[in-house]
C-alpha cells in the first residue's frame, strides 16, 4: 500500500507534482492478526512508507471499532445500502480501531502508534545499521529535543527474527533519555530505561526487539539535575514515592480510577487502579505542565498536584 502514490505518479508522469491522497488504509478490518503488536508495527511501517513514497493524505480508517445497527440508519439508506451496512457495520468483528467498541470507549495499541508518529516532526537524521525489518526513524525536533522509533516488522514473506538492539548517538548529547516500550498486550506504555545521555557513551542503549514490537527513545536537551520531578511531591499529600511513580496511600488501597485534569479542566488521562497497586504514571505522553489528579478508592477522594515534564 505504500508504494501506490509513487507507482500511480510513474503511471500517470503528469501527476508528479499533484498532491495524492489515500481516503481509507488499513488491513482487512474483520480480520484478527492474533500478535496484539501486529497492528501498532503496520501503523509506524505504513506511515513512514506512505512519507517515503510521497503520499500527501492517508485516512486512517477506522478512529473506532464502532458497532452500528441497522435500525440506525435504515429510514435514510437504500435496501442494498442497509444490507451492506447492516452485515459490514453490525455483523462483523472490528479489531484496527484506535479505540474499541465499548461504553468505555478503550485505547488499543492503534492509538499509541499514532501517538508517537505525532512526535516525528523535526530534520531527519541519519541512521545507520538497520535492516530491512529491524528499522529506525529518527528526527530532532525544532525545540532540539530526539524523537527515535524502532520497530520490527516482518514482511510476509520473511521469517521472524528478534534482533539485539544497541542505539548510539553519534554526537555528544547533554540531557536525559527515556527508552520507552509500547505494550500491546496490556495497551500501554512502559518506560525501561531512564537516565543522562552522558553514561550512554559508555553504557550504550540496548534491548531486545521482538517481531512487531515498537520502541520509543526520547532526548531531551534538559538535564536531570536542572528538570522539574515528573512528579511533584507533596508531604501533605504523600501520593508520591521516591522513584517518581504516584502510588496510593495504604488507606487507598482498594481498587478505583485516577484521573489527571490539565490547567483548561479538561481530562486529560482516566486509568483504572487494580486492587492494591501503586499507578505508575511515569510512561505518560503528555504535554509538559500542571495537573490535578483525581484519585477516587474505596468510596473516598483524594487529590494532588502532578507536575510532567
Given at each position: 500500500m505504500a508504494g501506490q502514490a509513487s507507482w500511480i505518479k510513474g503511471m500517470l508522469p503528469y501527476l508528479a507534482n499533484k498532491e495524492t491522497m489515500i481516503s481509507e488504509w488499513n488491513m482487512a478490518i474483520g480480520w484478527n492478526p492474533g500478535d496484539p503488536n501486529f497492528q501498532p508495527a503496520y501503523i509506524v511501517e505504513a506511515t513512514c512508507g506512505f512519507e517515503a513514497n510521497g503520499l500527501t493524505i492517508g485516512a486512517y480508517y477506522h478512529i473506532r471499532d464502532y458497532v452500528c445497527e441497522t435500525p440506525d440508519f435504515a429510514s435514510w439508506f437504500s435496501d442494498n445500502g442497509r444490507l451492506m451496512t447492516g452485515g459490514w457495520c453490525a455483523g462483523c468483528a472490528h479489531y484496527h480501531g484506535m479505540w474499541d467498541n465499548t461504553s468505555e470507549?478503550?485505547?488499543r495499541p492503534s492509538f499509541y502508534a499514532f501517538r508517537w508518529l505525532s512526535t516525528m516532526v523535526g530534520k531527519r537524521?541519519?541512521?545507520t545499521g538497520a535492516t530491512a525489518q529491524a528499522k529506525c526513524l529518527a528526527v530532532k525536533t525544532n525545540n532540539g529535543?530526539?524523537?527515535?522509533?524502532?520497530?520490527?516488522?516482518?514482511q510476509w514473506e520473511a521469517a521472524a527474527t528478534t534482533y539485539n538492539v544497541t542505539i548510539r548517538l553519534s554526537q555528544t548529547?547533554?540531557?536525559t533519555f527515556k527508552l520507552i516500550s509500547l505494550n500491546s498486550a496490556t495497551v500501554d506504555t512502559s518506560i525501561v530505561r531512564y537516565g543522562n545521555v552522558s553514561e550512554l557513551a559508555s553504557n550504550p542503549i540496548s534491548f531486545t526487539l521482538d517481531k512487531y514490537r515498537v520502541y520509543r527513545i526520547a532526548v531531551s536537551k534538559q538535564s536531570a539535575a536542572s528538570a522539574p520531578r515528573r512528579h511533584q511531591r507533596s508531604e501533605a499529600h504523600p501520593l508520591v514515592n521516591r522513584n517518581g511513580s504516584l502510588c496510593i496511600l495504604p488507606s487507598f488501597s482498594?481498587?478505583?480510577e485516577?484521573?489527571?485534569v490539565n490547567a483548561q479542566g479538561r481530562?486529560?488521562?482516566r486509568r483504572a487502579i487494580p486492587q492494591a497497586a501503586s499507578i505508575d504514571l511515569r510512561d505518560v505522553l503528555l504535554p509538559p505542565g500542571l495537573y490535578q489528579a483525581e484519585i477516587t478508592a474505596e468510596r473516598r477522594n483524594i487529590s494532588a498536584p502532578v507536575v510532567i515534564w
Open positions: 470507549a478503550r485505547m537524521l541519519g541512521i529535543d530526539l524523537s527515535i522509533l524502532i520497530w520490527n516488522w516482518k548529547q547533554s540531557g482498594g481498587a478505583g485516577i484521573v489527571l481530562t486529560a488521562l
